[in-house]
């Protein structure tokens, strides 16, 4: 069976200082790693996604994950984080087999601060 | 040029009533799902479709009926609604089974 748990369900950090989310992941399979992000009262869209390529994945707005088979993690992180960066992240498995799935993970908080 | 709307947008009903939420895309996806998220924000897919095809019914009470009359919508009727449904429903489409991209979402409000 597959499951994500993100081991942060709050994280607060200052306006340009690092960002790191933590996730790991629980799959019988090869899976499909994603991040998604939610901004308050929006929709999801989709930040990364790995799919048995390179390890580590750059997505949009700066942010990149890095996957690590060993330690069944895959942690989201931004060098310096932006106001607009405060919002829902959500790690998701998707298994290789199967009809795709998406198991979320039950969210992180970001807050920045100025 | 929007990918996945959905309507209503926020919807406030009454316990008991029968309501609708209506999801279009317009990417050329043949695969479309939707998601329920609670009070406290947990996502849990509820129904796929592909090439109108039922795939993917989790355990979601009879109430909850999704129809797809063509590719291109995957609309969700509810009967008999009840507190608990109050939530977050979201839309989402892919090409086969690759990334989705999801809707904005519906607030369903039931007193």
């Known amino acids: 069976a597959q499951s994500v748990t993100q081991l942060d369900s709050h994280v607060s950090v200052s306006e340009g200082t690092p960002v790191l989310l933590r996730c790991n992941y629980s799959?019988?399979?090869?899976?499909?790693l994603f991040w998604y992000v939610q901004h308050p009262n929006k929709g999801l869209q989709l930040l990364l996604k790995?799919?048995?390529?390179?390890?580590l994945v750059k997505g949009i707005n700066g942010f990149e994950a890095e996957f690590k088979k060993s330690e069944t993690s895959f942690h989201l992180m931004k060098p310096s984080a932006h106001m607009s960066d405060a919002a829902e992240y959500f790690c998701v498995v998707s298994p290789s087999s199967g009809y795709n799935k998406l198991i979320f993970g039950a969210g992180t908080r970001l807050a920045v601060h100025p | 040029d929007t990918a996945v709307s959905q309507t209503p947008k926020y919807l406030v009903t009454q316990m008991g009533n029968d309501k609708s939420i209506k999801c279009e895309q317009n990417?050329?996806?043949?695969?479309m799902y939707w998601y329920k998220q609670d009070s406290k924000k947990f996502l849990k897919i509820m129904f796929s479709y592909n090439n109108k095809e039922l795939i993917i019914n989790e355990t979601v009470p009879n109430r909850f009926s999704p129809k797809s009359p063509d590719k291109a919508h995957l609309n969700l009727h509810i009967n008999s609604l009840e507190l608990g449904d109050s939530a977050v429903y979201f839309c989402?489409?892919?090409?086969?089974?690759?990334?989705?991209?999801f809707g904005p979402g519906t607030r369903l409000t039931v007193l």
């Open positions: 990417l050329g996806h043949d695969t």
């Open positions: 989402a489409s892919s090409r086969n089974y690759n990334e989705q991209f």
């Open positions: 790995y799919t048995s390529a390179a390890t």
């Open positions: 799959s019988s399979y090869s899976p499909s």
